[in-house]
């Protein structure tokens, strides 16, 4: 049942499209962004007339004010999502009816074409020899009419005959026709029966509690859920059909999903776009409630869902993968886990919930310094709980999203994509140099008075700290350049932004970089390191 699952996404992914482009956060963002655009146009458009730099100048600082206008646009419309991940999913009816994906016994008519049409008859008429007339019927007429009408005569007998001979053809090329007609309809319709009993098979399964089918259907719903980019829908289930109790072992996404960002501040007189970072504080509320909110949304899609009774507890475990910051290996931490049944559940109102405090009041475990990968006590342990003939593993985005994942491209395609990235900002690109820390490029900017050497540092491992902003100042000054560029897709550590005070640079992480290559290269790249 692969294909209806794939179906049911592709249809769920377009119609939440729809919605988001709909929405007036994006209304309002691409406003900002149309604006930016014109104001970089009118600028490059006064640039070239020499008697007027003072309207350049003005020009082009409404320019970057409307960049910064625009990046600050996006984070809003990031958190937003973020906040919305419960509240978006109570609206849709998480059921799905299994019989909207049989196909109907449609064959079109048969359509023999021009076999359809038999070919015209020859008629005597059209080769009758016309009447002599004048001196030609005194000089031998008759004799010379007998002649033409005996040739006439012939002529009409061979294109009689070629005639029969033709329609004889075209009969029996009709015949084949309809023959190939009905064989391809047999074969259609046997095909598409089968389709249909499969789907009737499929259905019935569920209705009797079939674990395997259990375990399918409940991975086309949590399937069709859509998330915002860079969250992973990777997936275990299991059901244990004699308790009715569906385990769930669900990765969360990393905490670069909340914006380190606060806001972007144009600072005209240095031309420098500061990105003010956000409180750690506030990072740290920001990803426990994102963690609750996909925690409770998973519980409430299953159970919405399951109008036959199959599920009467469900457990929950949330985990991550990420790098631990302290040895460098990569960890799988579990941050939330949670065991209720479905009356307890029911029985919230989540419109109105915290949903930390929704998840606590579950005597679920929520844990308190996800951003420090802090582990809680599981409620279940899947591998020892979970029957394995019952258990099946998803990951919902892995076949379907073709976007390029940023992690495990060739280092000379992720080298390239970068280049082209900055070219496209308007920075004269040098060759790569690649080490064991990352790759570096030492750009130009071409503008005037606020233009110069550039170098750009990349790195695709672990988050960047002040180690890596005080490195990038040492090689800014050791080339003499203007200004310097980190980007870091593994994400940007607190004290980094803080090292940055006062410095030209910029720091550029996992989710920033995907959003400048979808503004400037139109290119819808991702972030996925279960990959």
Request: hydrophobic share 40%; charged share 30%.
């Amino acid at each position: 049942m692969g294909i209806i699952r794939d179906m049911q996404r592709e249809r769920a992914t377009q119609v939440a499209a729809d919605q988001r482009a709909n929405t007036a956060a994006a209304q309002q963002r691409d406003l900002i962004r149309r604006n930016a655009d014109l104001a970089i146009a009118a600028a490059q458009q006064a640039a070239g007339d020499a008697d007027r730099k003072r309207e350049h100048h003005r020009l082009y600082v409404e320019a970057r004010t409307a960049d910064a206008a625009a990046a600050n646009a996006d984070i809003r419309a990031r958190l937003s999502e973020l906040d919305a991940l419960l509240l978006s999913t109570l609206d849709v009816d998480d059921h799905i009816d299994l019989e909207v994906f049989k196909k109907p016994m449609a064959v079109p008519p048969f359509d023999p074409g021009p076999l359809g049409r038999p070919l015209p008859e020859p008629r005597w008429e059209s080769f009758i020899p016309p009447q002599p007339r004048g001196v030609g019927k005194i000089l031998g007429g008759d004799r010379l009419r007998q002649q033409q009408t005996a040739s006439a005569r012939r002529a009409f007998e061979d294109a009689q005959a070629r005639w029969v001979e033709a329609e004889q053809r075209r009969r029996r090329q009709l015949v084949a026709r309809r023959r190939a007609y009905e064989e391809s309809t047999r074969r259609h319709e046997a095909k598409i029966a089968a389709y249909n009993a499969e789907v009737d098979r499929f259905a019935r399964a569920v209705a009797d509690a079939d674990p395997a089918s259990v375990v399918e259907y409940f991975a086309m719903v949590l399937g069709n859920s859509v998330y915002p980019d860079n969250f992973p829908q990777h997936f275990r289930l299991a059901y244990l059909p004699k308790q009715r109790h569906l385990l769930i072992e669900y990765h969360l996404p990393p905490i670069e999903v909340v914006p380190p960002v606060k806001e972007y501040r144009y600072d005209r007189f240095r031309d420098d776009l500061t990105a003010v970072p956000r409180d750690e504080g506030e990072i740290r509320r920001r990803y426990v409630d994102v963690i609750a909110r996909v925690t409770l949304r998973t519980i409430h899609e299953v159970i919405e869902a399951d109008r036959g009774g199959l599920v009467r507890q469900v457990s929950f475990n949330g985990i991550v993968d990420s790098i631990d910051r302290r040895t460098g290996a990569f960890v799988r931490p579990c941050l939330v886990s949670v065991q209720t049944s479905r009356e307890t559940f029911a029985a919230i109102k989540l419109r109105r919930v915290d949903p930390a405090a929704c998840v606590k009041h579950l005597e679920g475990a929520l844990s308190v310094a996800p951003d420090e990968l802090t582990a809680v006590p599981e409620k279940i342990d899947f591998d020892r709980d979970a029957d394995r003939d019952f258990t099946e593993e998803f990951n919902v985005l892995a076949e379907i999203d073709e976007r390029p994942n940023l992690v495990t491209m060739p280092d000379a395609a992720w080298e390239q994509q970068l280049a082209d990235l900055f070219g496209v900002m308007g920075l004269q690109m040098g060759g790569p140099v690649r080490s064991d820390r990352g790759t570096r490029w030492l750009a130009t900017d071409p503008r005037p008075i606020f233009g110069g050497p550039v170098v750009i540092f990349a790195v695709r491992g672990t988050s960047s700290g002040s180690a890596s902003v005080h490195a990038l100042a040492g090689a800014v000054a050791a080339a003499g350049a203007t200004k310097g560029i980190l980007i870091s897709l593994g994400g940007i550590e607190p004290e980094a932004y803080e090292a940055v005070a006062g410095r030209p640079l910029e720091l550029i992480d996992g989710p920033a970089l995907v959003t400048l290559l979808s503004n400037y290269c139109r290119v819808k790249a991702r972030i996925d390191r279960t990959a």
